[in-house]
């Protein structure tokens, strides 16, 4: 039953005590039917709203998935500029080397020294060939 239905019943009911002869709870029952028919108006109202939204969302749902083509094809594009940057980024990578004066860790970067080139521990001071 729904509350329309359920109200038009409350109406009857009223109505079949026949409480008219009571002026006052008269006034009241249809003060009180008249209150409930406006919410059901209103519930109406929104639920006519909440369709048009359902349908916006829809509709909105068919534009997101029907350009996700484009967004991933966006993104490989991005990982793809990404890995340049990582390729670069490797150029000037960083390798962990030994001192073999005083055994601490550092690092170093590779290119940036010739191959019989001493490197310099920032630890000790102490110039060592890789
Ligand atoms: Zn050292």
């Given at each position: 039953?729904?509350?329309?239905?359920?109200?038009?019943?409350?109406?009857?009911?009223?109505?079949?005590q026949?409480?008219?002869?009571?002026?006052?709870m008269?006034?009241?029952?249809?003060?009180?039917?008249?209150?409930?028919?406006?919410?059901?108006?209103?519930?109406?109202?929104?639920?006519?709203?909440?369709?048009?939204l359902?349908?916006?969302v829809?509709?909105?749902?068919?534009?997101?998935?029907?350009?996700?083509?484009?967004?991933?094809?966006?993104?490989?594009?991005?990982?793809?500029?990404?890995e340049?940057?990582?390729?670069?980024?490797?150029?000037?990578?960083?390798?962990?080397?030994t001192?073999?004066?005083?055994?601490?860790?550092?690092?170093?970067?590779?290119?940036?020294?010739?191959?019989?080139?001493?490197?310099?521990?920032?630890?000790?001071?102490?110039?060592?060939?890789?």
């Amino acid at each position: 039953m729904s509350a329309r239905e359920k109200i038009a019943y409350l109406r009857g009911l009223i109505e079949g005590q026949n409480l008219a002869e009571n002026a006052g709870m008269s006034k009241f029952h249809e003060a009180l039917l008249g209150t409930l028919d406006s919410i059901v108006d209103e519930l109406d109202d929104i639920a006519a709203d909440q369709d048009d939204l359902r349908e916006y969302v829809e509709d909105l749902e068919d534009e997101v998935l029907s350009s996700d083509g484009d967004a991933s094809g966006d993104l490989s594009e991005l990982s793809g500029c990404h890995e340049c940057a990582a390729e670069g980024e490797d150029e000037e990578e960083y390798e962990p080397v030994t001192c073999p004066a005083c055994e601490k860790d550092f690092f170093y970067q590779p290119d940036a020294y010739d191959d019989d080139e001493e490197l310099i521990c920032p630890h000790c001071g102490e110039p060592f060939k890789q």
